[in-house]
């Protein structure tokens, strides 16, 4: 793909559990174009929270490398992967993962204080990606006041600040009933292809094969199209 934000190539990760080596992923290869929806469906223990953490650059791979928005950080040390994840990289979990005592405005200009924005620039940058998921009135609740889709579409919000590239989501619709999963999904799907935007969702839910582009398997540390 030559419009590609994300590659993962011949990754194997192996972790050391006591005197043995589990091998979780075993050379998977997985390239994610802008604005394309990637699924990742697997049951617990394939390995596809382990490649999502890789990809996000919160995990080494044990071997391959990983490339995100045309850079491959092999070798970079911490600081050079926290910078490149800060700036390429927004991360949707299913915990929501809000300051309850921040409001949803404070939620999102914190992440963008994070990523080295400050500021009056940054509270219009966080008043903007609310605005964009629909939280225009809802900017000085606090966590506590807001419904899970709401939760959730301000922790969106919070990983489209800064206009990062590749956007990572570890099963964002666990925590919410069926309507409002399904709204959040076609929420995401759209802002990622109106931004060209690669979004990954890891996910035992079956709505999302709904708005995504490919579906990709992954069972015993390996991929399946």
Do not use: C, W
């Not at 928005?69 to 299913?94: C, K, M, S, W, Y």
């Not at 939760?151 to 964002?172: H, M, N, W």
């Amino acid at each position: 793909m030559s419009d590609r934000v994300l590659e993962a190539r011949d990754v194997v990760k192996v972790f050391d559990e006591g005197s043995q080596k589990v091998e979780v992923l075993r050379g998977v290869s997985l390239e994610v174009a802008a604005g394309e929806v990637v699924a990742l469906e697997g049951p617990s223990g394939s390995g596809k929270t382990t490649l999502l953490s890789i990809m996000g650059l919160i995990l080494t791979p044990t071997s391959g490398k990983v490339t995100v928005a045309g850079e491959t950080p092999n070798g970079g040390g911490p600081a050079r992967l926290r910078e490149l994840r800060r700036r390429a990289i927004g991360f949707v979990f299913q915990q929501f993962n809000l300051f309850p005592a921040l409001t949803a405005l404070e939620n999102v200009e914190y992440a963008l204080n994070v990523k080295g924005l400050a500021g009056s620039a940054a509270r219009e940058e966080a008043r903007r990606t609310l605005a964009a998921v629909g939280l225009s009135d809802r900017l000085a609740f606090l966590p506590r006041d807001l419904s899970g889709g709401q939760k959730q579409r301000v922790a969106i919000a919070r990983a489209l600040a800064g206009s990062p590239q590749v956007l990572l989501a570890d099963e964002p619709t666990a925590n919410l009933d069926s309507a409002a999963g399904m709204q959040i999904l076609e929420l995401f799907r759209d802002l990622a292809k109106a931004e060209g935007k690669g979004l990954v969702i890891v996910t035992h839910d079956p709505k999302v094969r709904t708005v995504a582009d490919r579906v990709v398997g992954i069972r015993d540390g390996r991929l399946s199209a």
